[in-house]
């Protein structure tokens, strides 16, 4: 069965902007996710405590996080790579945090300048502070189906890097399609997995870019596994700076047409929604990618 409420985990302002070549400015990043919270998002991931020569883009994290509104009942998850990203979110106020590792080699050297093995030493005493200060933390995998260097990734690849996720002490797995190459009979294998591995479906959010156009296909697979967290892009902008292949994210207005065709709940206003991912696009200087987006009438 399908579930009859489903939490999205807006990521826009983080993945969307990071791999956008316009640097918005700060302001305009603050009213973006101001609106995403007004539209009914209930988790708007904000920005990343990373390197700001490697993300140049979210370089204004500490401005952003002064300056940014907090909406009643809204979480605003940062990305914290190490304990300088994690002091940085601290100082910051931040609540809710994610660390991003990848189940191959190869983009874990690309993105985090380490090994598998490496980059989950250097999240361990990131997560154990975290939960020293109550914080809440999400752990990413990314490249769970494909990656550009490596072609297809090994179910058990991935379930050998989530479970030393989960053994740190993280609070959720989000299973990352980096370039968007999952398709749903991998998602369920997936999934299946990790449930074999002790990680149930509750624990699991999915992660996909459209890339290849299956993102929601391999959703609705996730939600017959029983995932019931989903992350998606407002507008469908975003990629990865460290993964050429990968485009935007699943739109979060496609997400939701299909989610409330299916008289599954989200709390979200998808009409104030497009509109404020048509404002970002007016902003970023190009038309939204959403096919929901496009296909609305402008209110
Ligand atoms: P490194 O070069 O190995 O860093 O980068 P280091 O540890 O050797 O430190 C070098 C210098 O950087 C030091 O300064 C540190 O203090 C400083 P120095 O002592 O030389 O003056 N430094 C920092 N400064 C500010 N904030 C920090 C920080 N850390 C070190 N946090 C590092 C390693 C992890 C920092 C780098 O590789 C990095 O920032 N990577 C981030 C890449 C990134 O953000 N990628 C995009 C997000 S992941 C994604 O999009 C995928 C996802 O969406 C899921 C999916 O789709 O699959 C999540
Ligand atoms: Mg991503």
Redesign the pocket.
């Known amino acids: 069965g399908l579930p009859e409420r489903v939490t999205i985990y807006e990521?826009g302002p983080?993945?969307g902007l990071?791999?956008e070549k316009t640097i918005v400015p700060v302001a305009d990043k603050a009213a973006f996710i101001a609106r995403l919270a007004a539209a009914g998002l209930r988790t708007v991931e904000a920005t990343?405590?990373?390197?700001?020569?490697?993300?140049p883009q979210?370089a204004d994290a500490e401005e952003l996080l002064a300056v940014m509104e907090r909406a009643e009942g809204v979480r605003y998850p940062v990305?914290?790579?190490?304990e300088?990203?994690?002091d940085?979110a601290l100082r910051a106020g931040v609540t809710h945090i994610?660390v991003?590792a990848?189940a191959t080699e190869s983009f874990a050297r690309r993105?985090?300048?380490?090994t598998v093995a490496e980059?989950l030493a250097?999240f361990a005493p990131v997560v154990t502070r975290a939960k020293e200060n109550g914080l809440w933390v999400r752990a990413?995998?990314?490249?769970?189906f494909g990656d550009p260097w490596e072609g297809e990734v090994p179910i058990e690849q991935v379930v050998s890097v989530a479970v030393r996720l989960m053994e740190l002490g993280c609070d959720e797995l989000?299973l990352?399609?980096?370039i968007g190459v999952g398709t749903p009979g991998h998602v369920t294998a997936l999934i299946g997995a990790l449930g074999e591995a002790g990680i149930g479906a509750q624990r699991l959010a999915v992660?996909f870019?459209d890339t290849y156009g299956q993102a929601l296909a391999n959703t609705l697979a996730a939600l017959r596994c029983g995932v019931t967290t989903v992350?998606s892009s407002a507008g469908g902008i975003?990629?990865?700076?460290?993964?050429e292949s990968?485009t935007g994210?699943l739109a979060t207005e496609d997400l939701v047409w299909m989610l409330h065709g299916l008289g599954i709940q989200t709390g979200v206003d998808l009409p104030a929604l497009a509109a404020t991912s048509r404002w970002m696009a007016t902003r970023l200087g190009r038309p939204s990618p959403s096919r929901v987006v496009q296909a609305l009438p402008v209110e």
């Open positions: 990521v983080r993945d990071q791999n990343s405590f990373v390197h700001p020569k490697w993300v979210l990305l914290v790579p190490n300088r990203g994690l940085r994610a991003f990848s993105n985090l300048n380490r980059s250097m990413y995998v990314s490249m769970c989000s990352g399609d980096t992660h870019h992350d975003g990629g990865c700076p460290y993964a990968a994210n």
